[in-house]
């Protein structure tokens, strides 16, 4: 597609829940990036990939955040057991190459707001 | 590491007068500098980028950017600001290390503008 698109665009867990987002890359883009907004405005890396691959998970809370991208299905962040503090918009960007250059600009979806109450 | 810091949790400006948004980053390697803009509820929206060539950056609706390398800045101006122009307003810096091209954002500004 020649956008981002993400799914659900509300998600409402209760603490303890699984959660799981998913994201789906603009058609030719190699490289896929999680970001978390907490309080409407605080950006936080969560994690990037290159085509399947794991690129940089350096941002991930590795106890309950997990993310995957596989061929021929849109990418996803599950979360184990929610927490309040969970509770953020969580965007997915997409770009065509990380390397330097007009391709690696990064397009954002329209975001997935999870609740945890 | 890098860092942006944004000055101004909120700019107030008159429709039609000069907006001027602040961004300073730091950053150990030549960055690349990026603004985006966010409207209520909706993703973000790439408004222009500095990647090293000339340092005056036009980007979409009327906005530009100056990159100060001496100041390390990158602040965003509009000479005439529109009611659409409200919106929060983040600043971002991108460095190349060993498998690292993530954005990093400054705490967003946001912009009213007044009739």
């Known amino acids: 597609g020649e956008e981002v698109a993400q799914t659900p665009k509300h998600l409402v867990r209760g603490e303890g829940q699984k959660a799981k987002l998913y994201c789906a890359p603009i058609k030719g883009h190699s490289y896929v990036f999680w970001y978390q907004q907490v309080l409407k405005n605080e950006f936080k890396f969560l994690i990037s990939f290159q085509n399947e691959n794991v690129f940089d998970e350096t941002g991930m809370p590795k106890e309950r955040f997990s993310a995957k991208c596989l061929p021929n299905s849109p990418c996803s962040l599950e979360i184990q057991a929610t927490k309040l503090e969970d509770s953020a918009v969580y965007f997915c960007a997409s770009s065509q190459s990380a390397s330097g250059g007009a391709r690696d600009e990064q397009f954002f979806g329209p975001g997935t707001r999870l609740t945890v109450l | 590491a890098q860092s942006v810091t944004q000055l101004g949790s909120h700019v107030s400006v008159s429709e039609g007068a000069l907006v001027l948004l602040r961004c300073n980053y730091s950053s150990s390697v030549p960055p690349y500098l990026f603004w985006y803009v966010q409207y209520p509820n909706q993703g973000l929206q790439l408004l222009l980028k500095?990647?090293?060539?000339?340092?005056l950056v036009k980007g979409i609706n009327g906005f530009e950017a100056e990159f100060k390398k001496s100041e390390t800045s990158f602040h965003l101006t509009k000479p005439s600001a529109h009611m659409s122009d409200a919106a929060e307003y983040f600043c971002a810096v991108r460095t190349f290390g060993a498998g690292s091209y993530q954005l990093t954002f400054g705490k967003g500004t946001k912009l009213s503008v007044i009739p």
């Open positions: 500095y990647t090293s060539a000339a340092t």
